[in-house]
């Protein structure tokens, strides 16, 4: 039969080692989770900074063609202004709806699996 001394400092050892291999595990999982956002997010960006780029041109092209259809350049930017104006605003009352409320539920369901 075993000392119960050492029957106890084997389960010590065996608890301390799971403990250990838990918090590691722990932080693989959250250094995964991490990475996949971020890869995410910059790829993203990446695409949005295109799309951005391809739609300023485009509004800068719809720009002076309204301003050469009016008969004055600054017609056109002033008509492209008020309407980008009024996309900001729904924009800003859809905000939640549209854009806080997706990501937030990328990001918890990015993190929880």
């Known amino acids: 039969m075993e000392n119960p001394a050492n029957v106890i400092q084997s389960l010590i050892g065996q608890a ?3 403990g250990n291999t838990r918090y590691e595990l722990s932080k693989l999982k959250s250094i995964e ?3 996949d956002i971020a890869s995410v997010v910059l790829s993203r960006m990446g695409v949005m900074m ?3 780029l391809f739609l300023l041109f485009v509004n800068i092209g719809l ?14 930017f002033f ?3 008020a ?3 009024l ?6 009352f859809f905000l939640y709806r549209w854009i806080k409320k997706p990501v937030s539920h990328f990001i918890i369901t990015q993190v929880l699996r």
């Not at 996309?87 to 800003?92: C, D, E, G, L, R």
């Open 16 to 18: 301390e080692s799971y």
């Open 33 to 35: 989770a991490t990475t």
């Open 50 to 52: 295109h799309v951005m």
């Open 63 to 76: 720009a002076i063609l309204l301003g050469e259809l009016l008969g004055r350049m600054c017609y056109g």
């Open 79 to 81: 008509i492209m202004a």
């Open 83 to 85: 309407f980008h104006l």
């Open 87 to 92: 996309i900001s605003i729904v924009f800003y």
